[in-house]
């Protein structure tokens, strides 16, 4: 008979192995992925977990308390990153990482239960470099490790019925923006506060500017600017005024396209780009200028 304990449980898997296999060869491959591997040992013991199993490029542990279980994750993350032998043509090697917190039946060196298959889904959500968690591991964490996470989405997981808020958690540290002279700063953005992005939608419009520097867009009423469809997140996206550029911001399932008046396109999924001059957005699709659901922007000064 198994035990049912209450834990934290973390998966962990190298992004995009397959392709490492065929840049590299086996045998460089599988080098790097057992270097991922034993970084993501390490890591579990270091914080007082328990590697469950490996299972080719993934690893599956527990830990008594969910801030155990991010202190590894944040370990894995910067060590991955940082480590001198696992640079591929200038690009560093990447992991991503699911957690979640709760009961699960411990049988013969193993667990089971819906938090595990909840944390697996976790890491399937994540990207290349990311910790993705959920609500139920969020209040299981410290007052330090809660100020470091943000909501980034909520989606419906394969197997629940409802759906599931998805929580980022920010381990990196912050960069050298911090050094920048303060009094540079200013007066650049005295000498910018005219700058206004509008935004228009189905007779909707939102304007962003230095007064109101940030905006949200998605299916959900509370949204500012409130755009439905089937592909479109509940909290899609957002667009935030900092340091005199606009940034998209998107939080997505499904991702976030933009196109510009010029015909260049991008693409962004739990990431963010600058937009300039005027065009085009499509929140979970590509934008049709011939489509009621699409979203114009303007930059103007």
């Not at 399932?253 to 600058?274: H, P, Y």
Request: aromatic content about 4%.
């Amino acid at each position: 008979m198994g035990t049912e304990i209450e834990v934290a449980i973390l998966f962990a898997d190298v992004v995009g192995s397959t392709k490492l296999y065929e840049q590299l060869g086996d045998l460089r491959a599988r080098e790097m992925v057992g270097i991922c591997i034993d970084v993501m040992r390490m890591a579990t013991d270091q914080n007082h977990g328990t590697v469950i199993k490996t299972m080719g490029d993934e690893v599956m542990a527990t830990f008594p308390t969910a801030d155990d279980a991010l202190n590894a994750a944040a370990q894995m993350q910067k060590q991955i990153v940082s480590h001198p032998a696992l640079k591929v043509d200038e690009h560093t090697v990447a992991i991503r990482i699911g957690c979640n917190f709760g009961p699960v039946v411990l049988e013969n060196r193993d667990v089971f239960g819906s938090a595990v298959h909840t944390a697996n889904r976790m890491t399937s959500q994540a990207k290349a470099g990311q910790i993705i968690t959920t609500a139920t591991m969020v209040e299981m964490l410290s007052s330090e490790w809660r100020a470091s996470v943000r909501q980034i989405d909520i989606a419906t997981l394969k197997g629940r019925s409802s759906e599931v808020a998805l929580f980022e958690v920010l381990w990196q540290t912050e960069d050298v923006t911090s050094m920048v002279p303060a009094i540079a700063i200013t007066s650049r953005e005295r000498s910018n506060k005219g700058l206004r992005l509008r935004l228009r939608y189905q007779g909707q419009e939102v304007v962003v500017t230095d007064g109101r520097a940030n905006i949200t867009m998605g299916r959900a009423e509370e949204n500012d600017l409130v755009v439905k469809g089937n592909l479109i997140s509940r909290l899609h996206a957002r667009v935030e005024f900092n340091r005199n550029k606009f940034m998209l911001i998107d939080q997505s399932t499904n991702g976030t396209f933009v196109l510009g008046k010029d015909g260049e396109e991008a693409f962004v999924r739990r990431d963010s780009m600058q937009i300039r001059g005027e065009g085009l957005i499509g929140l979970g699709k590509a934008p049709d200028s011939n489509s009621s659901q699409v979203i114009r922007y303007t930059c103007e000064e």
